[in-house]
């Protein structure tokens, strides 16, 4: 059976607190799926964001960011004494800071209820705080706290290596710590409802993995042994991609690069705990930058650019071998976009993993007559496009007049002529014969350059503040293309 999945991060999920939220709209959201016929959402990584607001630079692998937990459920759980107030209804964009600083009076208030409830001796929420990653990710951001909110290689000493020292901590850094791992618990109980819901009405939910780690992060911190550092715990080498499309000087991500050898001492034991973990939270697992399993470029941290570096190998079979063999009922997917070698690709077959293709990236428009160049598959996962690139009408409207009429023909001989040029390219989309077709819900609603999530090689804002006003229009596209999405089911 094919299925079609649309790609909405929580992030852009109409609220009353400006920012997406486990709570009533999720819910909506799940309904208004279902209604058109999808049966895959897909979203962008849960965890905190740090540096840019960036979900590819969190501040844990494990953790979800506080900003999702739903206000609206936490006063209908009596955790809040009244209604929250209306904040940033109808925002375009997320303001994270401001949002940031709306929430944390409730949910600190929340907290508070939590506690004089006795909900805080309840073998279910002990159980959850005995994880040691939720009691170091506590203990990661009360430090931060109290170094000014640096990133820890910056830290005092005994903060910097507290994960070996184990020091006493003070009452404020406790405090913190213990309301940090309240907010984990909330996050998980919210979101595995919302998953549960999703999974009642037959839609699977896909996870983004990134492949690296950020370097201000609890992974790290409390892990270092695992990365490539100097005794002052800062990266020796970082993560990134050379010139590409995307830039002329690469993308220099700044994450620190792993040290394969003390991780195969240890059985991968970083992975298996990483994948396995997302494997709780989503049906299906999205590997992000899966190329880096076969080789990754390894930039000189003192470079100021991706332009220098090396392509080096990775353990890849070693480490997929593990997972297939210790998690086999955890579906991975991979992200195999850019200019790759043939090993990766081969790599990816010896799994069946699916892979990508991008519907922005493979008609060719340089020729006499446009043409699709990539080939499809029935073993794949095909989108119009992704969070980082342009949405398909801003593709479509920076053609040249020649180019989009090429566009329309292409489109008129594959037999996708009824409706708008966007209606058609998603009919061309839905008839392709991979098994998962992935539409981002600013191509579902036909959004241009306001519409555009990410620009790779870019840092802070717009990036990753989209945000969808309300459902009333969102409702009407996506019952236009439910017989069509039916049909695909059909098939």
């Given at each position: 059976m094919?299925?079609?999945?649309?790609?909405?991060?929580?992030?852009?999920?109409?609220?009353?607190?400006?920012?997406?939220?486990?709570?009533?709209?999720?819910?909506?959201?799940?309904?208004?799926?279902?209604?058109?016929?999808?049966?895959?959402?897909?979203?962008?990584?849960?965890?905190?964001?740090?540096?840019?607001?960036?979900?590819y630079?969190?501040?844990?692998?494990?953790?979800?960011?506080?900003?999702?937990?739903?206000?609206?459920?936490?006063?209908?759980?009596?955790?809040?004494?009244?209604?929250?107030?209306?904040f940033?209804?109808?925002?375009?964009?997320?303001?994270?800071?401001?949002?940031?600083?709306?929430?944390?009076p409730?949910?600190?208030?929340?907290?508070?209820?939590?506690?004089?409830?006795?909900?805080?001796?309840?073998?279910?929420?002990?159980?959850?705080?005995?994880?040691?990653?939720?009691?170091?990710?506590?203990?990661?951001?009360?430090?931060?706290?109290?170094?000014?909110?640096?990133?820890?290689?910056?830290?005092?000493?005994?903060?910097?290596?507290?994960?070996?020292?184990?020091?006493?901590?003070?009452?404020?850094?406790?405090?913190?710590?213990?309301?940090?791992?309240?907010?984990?618990?909330?996050?998980?109980?919210?979101?595995?409802?919302?998953?549960?819901?999703?999974?009642?009405?037959?839609?699977?939910?896909?996870?983004?993995?990134?492949?690296?780690?950020?370097v201000d992060?609890?992974?790290?911190?409390?892990?270092?042994?695992?990365?490539?550092?100097?005794?002052?715990?800062?990266?020796?080498?970082?993560?990134?991609?050379?010139?590409?499309?995307?830039?002329?000087?690469?993308?220099?991500w700044?994450?620190?690069?792993?040290?394969?050898?003390?991780?195969?001492?240890?059985?991968?034991?970083f992975?298996?705990?990483?994948?396995?973990?997302?494997?709780?939270?989503?049906?299906?697992?999205?590997?992000?930058?899966?190329?880096?399993?076969?080789?990754?470029?390894?930039?000189?941290?003192s470079?100021?650019?991706?332009?220098?570096?090396?392509?080096?190998?990775?353990?890849?079979?070693?480490?997929?071998?593990?997972?297939?063999e210790?998690?086999?009922?955890?579906?991975?997917?991979?992200?195999?976009?850019?200019?790759?070698?043939?090993?990766?690709?081969?790599?990816?077959?010896?799994?069946?993993?699916?892979?990508?293709?991008?519907?922005?990236?493979?008609?060719?428009?340089?020729?006499?007559?446009?043409?699709?160049?990539?080939?499809?598959?029935?073993?794949?996962?095909?989108?119009?496009?992704?969070?980082?690139?342009?949405?398909?009408?801003?593709?479509?409207?920076?053609?040249?007049?020649?180019?989009?009429?090429?566009?329309r023909?292409?489109?008129?001989?594959?037999g996708?002529?009824?409706?708008?040029?966007?209606?058609?390219?998603?009919?061309?989309?839905?008839?392709?014969?991979?098994?998962?077709?992935?539409?981002?819900?600013?191509?579902?609603?036909?959004?241009?350059?306001?519409g555009?999530?990410?620009?790779?090689?870019?840092?802070?804002?717009?990036?990753?503040?989209?945000?969808?006003?309300?459902?009333?229009?969102?409702?009407?596209?996506?019952?236009?293309?439910?017989?069509?999405?039916?049909?695909?089911?059909?098939?």
């Amino acid at each position: 059976m094919r299925q079609t999945g649309i790609l909405m991060p929580v992030s852009s999920l109409p609220s009353r607190t400006g920012i997406g939220e486990l709570g009533p709209a999720a819910y909506r959201w799940i309904e208004m799926m279902k209604e058109s016929g999808a049966g895959i959402w897909q979203i962008l990584p849960l965890n905190p964001v740090g540096y840019g607001n960036s979900p590819y630079q969190p501040y844990s692998s494990y953790a979800g960011d506080e900003l999702y937990i739903s206000l609206d459920v936490l006063f209908q759980e009596g955790l809040l004494k009244e209604q929250p107030e209306v904040f940033r209804e109808k925002a375009v964009r997320v303001d994270y800071d401001a949002v940031r600083a709306f929430k944390l009076p409730y949910l600190k208030e929340a907290w508070q209820a939590f506690r004089e409830q006795g909900l805080d001796q309840k073998e279910e929420f002990r159980t959850f705080a005995r994880q040691e990653w939720a009691w170091e990710y506590g203990v990661f951001r009360a430090l931060k706290i109290s170094n000014g909110g640096t990133c820890w290689n910056e830290w005092k000493e005994e903060d910097k290596n507290w994960t070996k020292t184990r020091r006493e901590l003070t009452a404020p850094e406790k405090e913190e710590a213990d309301f940090q791992v309240f907010l984990q618990y909330m996050f998980f109980c919210q979101w595995m409802k919302v998953k549960k819901a999703a999974n009642e009405n037959g839609i699977r939910i896909m996870g983004d993995v990134p492949f690296y780690v950020g370097v201000d992060s609890v992974d790290v911190w409390g892990g270092k042994d695992n990365f490539l550092l100097d005794t002052d715990g800062r990266p020796i080498f970082i993560a990134g991609v050379p010139p590409d499309y995307f830039s002329e000087t690469g993308q220099r991500w700044g994450n620190p690069i792993y040290d394969w050898d003390y991780m195969k001492e240890q059985n991968y034991q970083f992975w298996l705990d990483r994948i396995g973990y997302s494997g709780k939270l989503f049906d299906i697992v999205r590997i992000d930058h899966f190329r880096a399993f076969d080789t990754y470029w390894k930039i000189p941290a003192s470079c100021p650019t991706a332009v220098e570096g090396d392509w080096i190998e990775a353990p890849g079979y070693e480490v997929l071998d593990l997972l297939t063999e210790k998690l086999p009922d955890v579906e991975l997917v991979a992200e195999d976009l850019g200019d790759l070698r043939p090993e990766v690709l081969t790599l990816k077959e010896h799994y069946h993993l699916k892979g990508m293709k991008i519907l922005v990236f493979s008609i060719e428009t340089g020729g006499k007559y446009a043409r699709d160049i990539s080939e499809d598959t029935e073993n794949m996962i095909i989108y119009t496009g992704t969070h980082d690139n342009d949405t398909l009408m801003e593709w479509y409207g920076n053609l040249s007049p020649a180019a989009r009429r090429k566009v329309r023909r292409f489109l008129k001989k594959e037999g996708c002529r009824a409706g708008s040029v966007k209606d058609r390219l998603i009919t061309y989309l839905l008839h392709s014969p991979a098994q998962y077709a992935i539409i981002p819900m600013q191509d579902i609603l036909g959004l241009g350059r306001e519409g555009h999530m990410n620009t790779p090689g870019t840092v802070g804002s717009p990036n990753w503040e989209w945000h969808m006003p309300d459902f009333d229009r969102a409702g009407r596209e996506l019952a236009g293309y439910r017989k069509q999405i039916q049909a695909r089911k059909e098939v």
